[in-house]
Antibody
């Protein structure tokens, strides 16, 4: 079964960093880009960044440039998104997704809730 | 960066109604556009890609059209399961971006 499995919920203090993982199963990890999308409570979807697992090449939305780091470990089919210098407005559900068989994102992880609170 | 604007933000309709949601891009995205349905507490579900191609398993009452900067998602006859929030997304160039969403409510 093709799926993305994400790490569990996190609670962080302002100024801290968070690292969310996304493990692919049921398909060849290096064959498909991994994208990160976040959703603040009651708000819409926001595309953040993507990584090419084969090369580790990454693309970022301007607002996250310099604050987000995308990495991957191909040996365990896992992508990571690390967001630094967290503020309260980073409280959101963070999703990973991949365009596996379609141009659009047809496979999504379940989401990881990151709460930033003092 | 390409901005995506959906209208309306909220839509009230009844079971059996035909509804249309519009998505406009700030510059041409050709047909590199997807539509998603999202229900509370769940990740988005892909409905349509390449502007008009129906994802496998999605009911045929859903359809998409458009190219360039103007796109529509139409539900021909609303069913109870269709009440959700819908998003468009372009993937023409980085950064990809989503519309702000359209919440489809029961009238």
């Amino acid at each position: 079964q093709v799926q993305l499995v994400q790490s569990g919920a996190e609670v962080k203090k302002p100024g801290a960093s968070v690292k969310v993982s996304c493990r692919a199963s049921g398909y060849t990890f290096i064959g498909y880009d991994i994208h990160w999308v976040r959703q603040a409570p009651g708000q819409g979807l926001e595309w953040m960044a993507s990584i090419i697992p084969n090369t580790a090449g990454a693309k970022f939305a301007q607002k996250f440039q310099g604050r987000v780091t995308m990495t991957r470990d191909t040996s365990i089919s896992t992508a990571y998104m690390e967001l630094n210098n967290l503020g309260s407005d980073d409280t959101a559900v963070y999703y990973c997704a991949t365009p596996y068989q379609r141009d659009g994102f047809d496979i999504w992880g379940p989401g990881t809730l990151v709460t930033v609170s003092s | 960066d390409i901005q995506m604007t959906q209208s309306p933000s909220t839509l009230s309709a009844s079971v059996g109604d035909r509804v249309t949601i519009t998505c406009r891009a700030s510059q041409s995205v050709s047909t590199w556009l997807a539509w998603y349905q999202q229900k509370p507490g769940k990740p988005p579900k892909l409905l349509i890609y390449k502007a008009s191609t129906l994802e496998s398993g999605v009911p045929s009452r859903f359809s998409g059209s458009g190219s360039g900067t103007e796109f529509t998602l139409t539900i021909s006859s609303l069913q109870p399961d269709d009440f959700a929030t819908y998003y468009c997304q372009h993937y023409n160039s980085f950064p990809y971006s989503f519309g702000q969403g359209t919440k489809l409510e029961i009238k």
